[in-house]
């Protein structure tokens, strides 16, 4: 995504309260009420409560909530299809308050798509029908509206089942017509309800592993598309979202990026769905690094690099890097040792180009580097620069509290072995 997201939805102070007289749930009397006691005492369901939030676009924002939470009635906000009882809803530049019914309908067949959990495809109209169906009733001609239908059709793998009916397919297939569908409207916002619930396991990962295709070949383009998604698997939204809002009562408790969702629950209750996941499939590589004091230039002399070493107390790899920091290679111990020896005015031609890993590499494309090295491994960030290094104790570190921080310290017989040659040297006595 770029580094100055741009909003595409804005929610300001959004609530909903359903039952008669709803804005009592606002005044000063019940305003700090729960869901729980409104419900009893006045009989006011309360779905959203002040919940403000922007989206930004070509991001998968992905909302997740236990059953009743207020998923739904917020994604039904965001395209007018519910009124809120009070707040504003930003939308592609539009304050949804202020637009006509009219508009509002164009604004749904033209940037807002939504994809339900029940696909609701029409059982008299063929595969390519139902997919170009929205095309349709926007007036577009046959042959520009299946042209279009046919290319996410192929997007969503079902070439080939053009003229087939609903009936002759499976639910999978039937939810990948409903996404082409969605799809070929071109929506710059596309509004995902629980739309891999009703699928079994199997197929379901199959669809998360599609949308993930789908979003990197939609985030290409130009104006990539936003996918708000809602969910109440924590695995499905951890896989999509880049980040999740999570509500509880009609309150969003967090918003933040997965990892944070799992390393940092903000409450009890975001806590208690992260519970049982294991941080190893959120954790990245930048999450994992710690920081390397000093670092050496290529053109330093193998004695300075020894320094170094022994200033860091750090594992046996000097990672040398350039003036701006970014990484270059790392010279060992042994290798300085061995460039002293030949009399080597820098370590120049000694650089040697290590397993790096870059910053979002997940815990489980570290992990085999890291166990079959016994040195520390650099992490290099998306410049270039190092960020870190990553070794087997930093690793343990990060879901272990009590773990030590510090990475692989120098062997006490290296550091004793640097200590005397550079000890040597400068009492000018022969190595
Ligand atoms: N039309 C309605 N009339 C009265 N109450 C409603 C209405 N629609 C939703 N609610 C209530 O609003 C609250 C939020 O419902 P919503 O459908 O947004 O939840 P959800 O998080 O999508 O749940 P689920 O996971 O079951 O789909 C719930 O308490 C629900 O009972
Ligand atoms: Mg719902």
Redesign the pocket.
């Known amino acids: 995504m770029a580094s100055t997201p741009e909003t595409v939805v804005s929610v300001n102070s959004l609530w909903?309260v359903?039952?008669d007289n709803p804005d009592f749930a606002l005044s000063d009397e019940y305003v700090n009420t729960s869901?729980s006691d409104l419900q009893n005492n006045i009989g006011l369901?309360?779905?959203l409560k002040d919940v403000s939030l922007e989206i930004y676009r070509g991001e998968t924002f992905v909302v997740m909530?236990?059953?009743?939470?207020?998923?739904?009635?917020?994604v039904r906000c965001l395209n007018g299809l519910i009124d809120p009882t009070s707040g504003e809803i930003d939308i592609l530049g539009r304050n949804l308050s202020d637009i006509s019914d009219n508009e509002l309908t164009q604004l749904r067949r033209s940037s807002i798509a939504m994809v339900f959990q029940h696909y609701a495809l029409f059982p008299h109209l063929s595969v390519m029908e139902n997919t170009a169906w929205g095309l349709e009733i926007q007036g577009v001609r046959r042959r520009d509206r299946n042209q279009r239908a046919q290319e996410k059709l192929n997007l969503v793998g079902l070439q080939g089942w053009e003229d087939s009916y609903p009936v002759e397919l499976s639910g999978g297939m039937m939810q990948r017509v409903g996404l082409a569908r969605a799809l070929t409207l071109e929506p710059e916002i596309l509004l995902m309800?629980?739309p891999f619930s009703g699928l079994d396991p199997l197929i379901r990962r199959e669809m998360q592993d599609e949308l993930l295709g789908l979003k990197e070949s939609l985030r290409s383009e130009q104006n990539p598309t936003t996918i708000v998604f809602?969910t109440?698997d924590l695995d499905e939204a951890l896989k999509l979202g880049d980040r999740i809002a999570i509500?509880n009562g009609?309150e969003v408790v967090q918003l933040d990026t997965p990892d944070q969702i799992v390393l940092n629950p903000a409450n009890e209750y975001v806590a208690s769905f992260t519970e049982g996941v294991q941080s190893q499939t959120v954790l990245t590589a930048g999450d994992m690094a710690v920081s390397y004091g000093g670092t050496a230039r290529p053109g330093n002399s193998p004695e300075e690099v020894l320094q170094v070493a022994l200033a860091n107390n750090c594992c046996s790899n000097v990672q040398i890097t350039d003036d701006a920091q970014r990484f270059k290679g790392v010279v060992t111990v042994d290798i300085a040792i061995k460039a002293l020896e030949a009399g080597a005015a820098s370590v120049e031609e000694y650089v040697a180009s290590p397993t790096t890993f870059n910053v979002g590499d997940t815990y489980n494309d570290v992990l085999p580097s890291v166990l079959a090295h016994p040195s520390c491994l650099p992490v290099v960030g998306e410049n270039g620069e190092l960020v870190g290094v990553i070794d087997s104790t930093s690793l343990a570190s990060t879901w272990d509290p009590d773990a030590s921080e510090t990475p692989y310290e120098l062997d006490p017989i290296v550091r004793e072995g640097i200590e005397q040659i550079l000890g040597k040297r400068s009492d000018g006595t022969e190595s």
């Open positions: 909903k359903y039952g869901k369901v309360l779905a909530g236990l059953s009743g939470s207020g998923k739904s009635t917020l309800d629980e809602i109440h509500m009609g």
